[in-house]
């Protein structure tokens, strides 16, 4: 059974930097495709980046536009981690991040220039929160 956990989240300053991890259990990752996503109160939840499996002739990274330049996405398959490096971050960046993973649909949609639907993925994690603000 696929286990998704982030961690990182908080408080931050505009311009300030975070680091979010999902730590994921149950699976082998190299056969998984990952996502990042947010939600804001009151607004739908949104995918900002995603990373495919290894081998893929195509495996992404992908990034939403208002974050590329300034996330990045990466995976340590030894460690079984997912990161999502956050710089330069706005207050239009608060929102609960969630981490992602599915080894069919999503491991087939994640490229360079696109990324899966919240429905193409079947695990998901809890969820942490990131709040900019000064």
């Known amino acids: 059974q696929v286990h998704l956990v982030e961690s990182g989240g908080g408080l931050v300053q505009p311009g300030g930097s975070l680091r979010l991890s999902c730590a994921v259990s149950?699976?082998?990752?190299?056969?998984?495709?990952f996502g990042w996503f947010r939600q804001a109160p009151g607004k739908e939840r949104e995918g900002i980046a995603c990373?495919?499996?290894?081998?893929?002739?195509?495996?992404?990274?992908f990034y939403r536009e208002s974050v590329e330049g300034r996330f990045t996405i990466s995976r340590d398959n030894a460690k079984n981690m997912i990161h999502l490096q956050m710089n330069n971050l706005k207050p239009e960046d608060t929102a609960v991040y969630y981490c992602?993973?599915?080894?069919?649909?999503?491991?087939?949609?994640?490229?360079?220039?696109?990324?899966?639907?919240?429905?193409?993925?079947?695990?998901w994690g809890q969820g942490t929160q990131v709040t900019v603000s000064s």
């Open positions: 992602a993973a599915d080894k069919l649909l999503a491991r087939i949609k994640c490229n360079s220039y696109s990324m899966p639907a919240a429905a193409d993925y079947g695990d």
């Open positions: 149950g699976i082998d990752l190299n056969e998984y495709s």
């Open positions: 990373i495919s499996s290894k081998g893929e002739r195509d495996g992404g990274p």
